[in-house]
């Protein structure tokens, strides 16, 4: 594991000691149950028997979803469309601290995992839905993070003027699987002054409107029609990408009057230093049509490392743009214990980030591999009190998988 001895001690960890029974695919729900992993929780993931859960088996984007969202969970593979696989599924939950899921309104309802069920049977429990719409109007609608962004008017900010372009990356189903273990800690911190748990849900679509808070606001307080982010005027006069001499793209900026004399005396453009319309950032975001040609020109007579360093030395900020693989081998993160090596279906490791926190200037690990199909269903279902005699018979009835297959 990448900086092991940088590492929170299991021991140690904020969430150990909690138990977590996740029954979630795709992204935002499994997301959530990461979270809490990664802070320590014993997140055990119940899946279908059989194959698993079918997000191990997606191909295009979605081919890296199961091995970014699934470390330092436990996997038990059951039917839970049995009754002796939701028996037993049930049996889990009852010795649990959370409940998460993320299927479509009515479904735990109707295979028996409904808050109402499981508070019943476990009144501390905490149970945590991920849906698509909280309630209100458009409950009943499936979404996915697509679909909310262009609902939102995420995906209009994003693209050029009249084309719309969903974000690069599944933000709202791992924020919305964030703000699900955010909820789920809160009614976690509330259980420990009543004694009951609670009913958390967390919603792609309210999660989406959240995200362009900024932009109802800017409207607001502007009064000026909004703009797509691709051709926006910045708040900074500096706020662009530059193509240096040898073709690297470097993006740069200037957001204070301290870095305009920095930049200006770094690229010797005293020129630009003493130019009256030039003097504060509403001056210079005012000149943009004449500024930025003029600066592109200037970066554009070094080679792109050569640019970063000047850069870099000015206390600038600045930035190579990079391609998402790139970061497997980062040597910011390798260095700080920011990459988890996580095994993927052919069982190589590959670097992925950690959760963005550090403890004590320490970060938070990896304790466990993304599981397999039900490699964990003998040991998780004996802690529960099963005997291996039970638990050979769920076996033999096809309600229980045990496998070392990722897929």
Not at 143 to 164: C, I, K, N, Y
Request: hydrophobic share 45%.
């Amino acid at each position: 594991m990448s900086g092991a001895g940088l590492t929170v001690p299991e021991g140690d960890l904020p969430l150990a000691g909690v138990r977590v029974v996740e029954i979630a695919h795709m992204v935002m729900g499994p997301t959530c149950g990461m979270i809490l992993a990664d802070l320590g929780a014993d997140v055990v993931k119940i899946e279908p028997a059989g194959e698993g859960d079918a997000t191990r088996r997606l191909t295009g984007s979605g081919a890296g979803y199961f091995a970014a969202y699934n470390r330092n969970k436990r996997s038990v593979a059951l039917d839970i469309r049995s009754d002796a696989g939701r028996e037993a599924a049930l049996r889990l939950v009852d010795r649990a601290d959370v409940f998460s899921e993320n299927f479509r309104p009515g479904a735990m309802d109707r295979a028996g995992f409904g808050w109402e069920a499981l508070s019943a049977r476990n009144p501390g429990l905490v149970h945590v839905s991920h849906k698509g719409f909280l309630d209100g109007p458009y409950q009943e609608r499936t979404a996915l993070d697509e679909v909310v962004q262009m609902m939102a008017g995420l995906a209009w900010m994003t693209g050029p003027p009249g084309r719309p372009l969903r974000a690069g990356a599944s933000v709202n189903d791992v924020m919305g699987g964030m703000f699900g273990a955010i909820g789920a800690l809160a009614a976690l911190r509330k259980r420990e002054v009543t004694g009951r748990g609670e009913q958390v849900a967390s919603g792609l679509f309210e999660n989406c409107a959240f995200l362009v808070a900024q932009h109802i606001a800017q409207a607001a307080v502007s009064g000026q029609p909004l703009q797509p982010m691709s051709v926006r005027t910045p708040a900074w006069g500096v706020y662009d990408i530059f193509t240096a001499r040898d073709g690297a793209q470097i993006f740069a900026a200037v957001v204070s009057e301290p870095q305009w004399a920095a930049f200006c005396a770094a690229f010797g453009a005293s020129d630009l230093a003493t130019d009256p319309a030039l003097s504060t950032n509403t001056a210079r975001v005012a000149a943009r049509e004449r500024l930025i040609p003029d600066v592109a020109a200037r970066l554009a007579a070094f080679d792109g490392d050569v640019l970063c360093a000047k850069l870099g030395a000015a206390g600038l900020p600045w930035a190579a743009v990079a391609s998402p693989e790139a970061l497997a081998d980062d040597a910011h993160l390798r260095a700080s214990g920011g990459l988890v090596e996580v095994s993927v279906a052919d069982g190589r490791a590959v670097g992925l980030p950690a959760l963005p926190l550090g403890f004590g200037g320490r970060r938070l690990g990896m304790r466990r591999d993304a599981p397999t199909v039900g490699g964990d269903g003998r040991e998780v279902l004996a802690e529960a009190g099963f005997d291996p005699g039970e638990i050979a018979a769920l076996e033999r009835a096809g309600v229980l998988t045990v496998s070392d297959r990722r897929r």
